[in-house]
């Protein structure tokens, strides 16, 4: 239930229908307790608001009465949450501006704190709130004169900080035609000037930055009788300098650690390479030696004391390469990489030959750190290499690397162990004056762990948790432990003293410490929070940190900010040879990952949870009854669900991957969809599941659609056909039917064949009873119809398809065909009509939190809009979804969006029309679409 103010006063009860609230007083009155939701408003404030200023003699009287009528219309639900308070009413509502105030506090938080991506999302989804004139429709010019302006102040202001997030991420000039907008309808906004001029700028259009200050002052002169004040004077000479930046700066080099110790002269070394990166040198640097021997510590300390001779920042992967089991491919690396670069899922491409182009035009020009740690091999690493002078990059690996020293000139650091000397300096700042008062016995100890300062950091917490005990007591256990142990080889490798002190050590733990040590080292991610710990452990979420934390202060387990806990390589390796229980413990947190992630989905996208599998919530999972913690959780585990998927069975993987299909769909998402249908299909596939791996085929065909592939699709989805043809499954077999059709009208516009496929799919939907898919495909062959010009059929359909829906009572069903309803209307010249079927349809989709649904709707909204020549609000519209459409992925869409762009700015007269036209069909020309002869035709004439 929702009452929305932000554009025509608009109340939707709980089954997502608007209710219809009749008469100009009681719209009026119930806009001016909506505006004002969880306020005491007083009878006499009411009673001038809904007079208009001019409320007669028993106007409160009457007040009282119009609320009775009030909640007479609305639901019980509705009517119950507008209560009689002290002087007046409260109306205990959620509206679109209470939330579009909480996005927005949400979004500036993120900006202050240069979280970039965060601050994009949040205020894109307090903008896309907005549905036109906030209470257009009420008859209250009061009550309009109060508030608007107010909610047009917070609106720009919101517009403008999400500019200024996707300006921090790279998005120049794509941002320039919708600023030039904006500041035709705010002349005197300064910061809206100096957001144009640095979108310019950073997309090499020096003197169009130039003109624009130019601009900005006349204006201000103009109107104002002021010159520029001191930012945009200063960005001004920025300008003539040459020197704005507008560039995301990463900072992902994890903390220092904690009492460093040595390492001058490979410090001293590392230094010296600055000159040649100052001089434009692309300079790569190979550290290399045993594990546990303090690369990665060497590697951060590092970069952390010359961050500041990298002012475009530091990008950080652990390539894992010594994790038999879970390695980071370069693809992935490049695509966490092209995500702090600034790009949105959406835009990463799938072919990691495709990202490494990317990531190199991205860092050139650049001035980085970037530290690849724990390589396994040159081709995790090479793909890797920053093409353009002037950045670093650092890799830690136990191989010498030789092939990246002798093709791309890598320089080799040697890291041995630490000296005498250091390992006493170390063991001194950990333990304390103990052992200078037992030298000898601590040079023991030292020796005894080899000298790794992983080994010592171990021996050393355990002297500090036995205070009464002497070092050298401790030195003849440790000395015992090893001449026991049966370990590799007995010529004094480094890695025997190593396993001699995990061993030592792990037998200083208690059962369950010790049970979490080696269930830890079963994880298949990077890292875990403490639900997923207290899956694996069977055990309560608040007793797994107490034992993780334990772990970490034996420093068996590292602790990773905010609340998650890793593991050293060596140390994960060593707990997996421990482990017992092993596949009880794995399925209890697969299980855990699985039913967290419906639970979680099921918050997020609550009107779909009858598409999804029924499971269970998760008895110790994280609480996800908020959206925007669910939302949060899923993207906080995304990762660990590919890796989940690549290890788990058929069950599980295949779970997971419909579970997260729209999240993963709608997100933009195209890296770990890909990578997580491929492993539900590999598991499938291994089981001899052919019903799992066709769902798995059918998903990665959807992933394919949307990236704009439509030739790959449809090869996943015949070769789902075969396998689902051979084991009579009508569901799996009326799915691919239907995404064919959608391939055929999306993307061919061979309407014929497409409402052939359709037609397939129906009866077969039908005679399994699946509802909700019978209801789309009726829309589709709805859609199909209309672009056959034959619209007594489509409007058939769609009253099929609308009844079907409104029987389920499942509101993203209905939005799809006032969509539809929508096109139809303005096909046929009724562009008032179309615009009130968008309406609707946005605000359900909303509603529903259906983004890609919302998209469409936007652009249906832009084309009515255009139809009736509401150019400015069509432009805006077309705007808007565009960037919808570039965040969810739709590349055919996204192109469709940029040719509304265009032509609207023709209609308007703005010069950046045919910048908007030939981006459209340069996407268009891409994805080899019909509306490419269109345009090059148009563009010709021009």
Known sequence: MRVGVLGPLLVVDGSGAALTITGGRPRALLASLAVRANQIVTVDELAELVWDGAPPAGATRSIRVYVTRLRQALTPELAERLVTQGPGYVWRADTDLLEFEDLCRRGAEATRNGEWETAADVLARALALWRGTPLVDVPSELLREREVPRLERLRLHAVEDRVEADLQRGGDRQLVPELRELIERHPLRERLHAQLMRALAAAGEQAEALEAYQRARRTLRDELGVEPGPELRALHEQVLAGSVDQRAVPRQLPSDVLNFTGRQHELRTLTTLLDAAAEGAVVISAIDGTAGV?????????????????????????????????????????????????????????????????????????????????????????????????????????????????????????????????????????????????????????????????ALRVVAELAVSRPK??????????????????????????????????????????????????????????????????????????????????????????????????????????????????????????????????????????????????????????????PDVARAWLDSERANFVAVSAHAGVDHASGLATVLFRYLDVGGHGVESLALYRNAARAAGEAGDKTAEAAALISIASAHRRLGRPDEAGTFLRRALDLLQETGDVLGQARVWANLGMIETQYRRRYDVAVEYFTTALPLYRQVGARTMEGFVLNSLGDAEMNRDRYPQAVAYFDQSLAVFRELDYSIGEASVLDGFGELAVRQGDH??????????????????????????????????HGIGDLAAAHADYAAALELFVQTGDRLEEARSLAGLAETAEALGRDDAGERWRAALEIFEELDAPEAARIRARLAEV
């Open 832 to 865: 008032h009509t179309a615009v009130g079927f968008y309406e609707r349809s946005l605000a359900l989709f909303h509603a529903a939190g259906d983004r890609s649904g919302e998209s469409y709707s936007r652009h249906g909204l832009a084309k009515a809009r």
């Open 294 to 454: 303090g690369k990665t510590a060497l590697a951060i300390h590092w970069g952390r004391r010359v961050a500041d001779r990298f002012p475009d920042g530091q990008l950080y992967v652990n390539l894992r390469g010594y994790d038999l089991e879970q390695p980071v491919s370069a693809g992935d690396a490049l695509a966490g990489f092209l995500r702090a670069l600034g790009l949105a899922g959406a835009q990463i491409p799938v072919d990691t030959a495709e990202r490494a182009v990317r990531y190199r035009s991205l860092m050139a020009g650049r001035r980085m750190l970037v530290v690849a740690d724990n390589a396994g091999s040159v081709d995790q690493v090479r793909p890797l290499l920053p093409g353009a002078p002037g950045s670093v990059l650092l890799v830690t690996s136990r191989d010498r690397l030789a092939g990246l020293v002798a093709r791309d000139g890598a320089r080799r650091v040697n890291l041995d162990t630490l000296s005498e000397k250091e390992s006493a300096t170390l063991l001194r700042a950990l333990i304390g004056p103990r052992v200078d008062a037992e030298a000898a016995a601590a040079a023991q100890l030292a020796d005894l762990c080899a000298r790794l300062p992983l």
């Open 469 to 626: 005990v002497p070092l050298a007591e401790l030195a003849e256990e440790l000395a015992d432990r090893q001449r026991r142990l049966d370990l590799l080889d007995a010529d004094g490798d480094p890695l025997t003293s190593v396993r001699a002190v995990f061993s030592w050590s792990y037998q200083q733990l208690d059962e369950d410490q010790a049970r979490m040590f080696r269930l830890m080292g079963l994880h298949p991610g990077a890292d875990a929070d403490v639900h997923a710990a207290a899956a694996l452990a069977d055990t309560t979420p608040a007793a797994a940190r107490g034992l993780l934390d334990a772990l970490a202060a034996a420093h068996l387990v590292i602790q990773v900010p905010p609340d998650r806990y890793g593991m050293h390589d060596l140390l994960r390796a060593y707990a997996v040879e421990l482990a017992t229980e092993r596949d009880e413990a794995l399925t209890r947190l697969y299980d855990h990952y699985l039913h967290a992630a419906a639970t979680a989905m099921d918050t997020v996208f609550p009107a779909e949870r009858d598409n999804r599998p029924s499971l269970p919530k998760p008895a110790t999972g994280p609480e996800l009854a908020d």
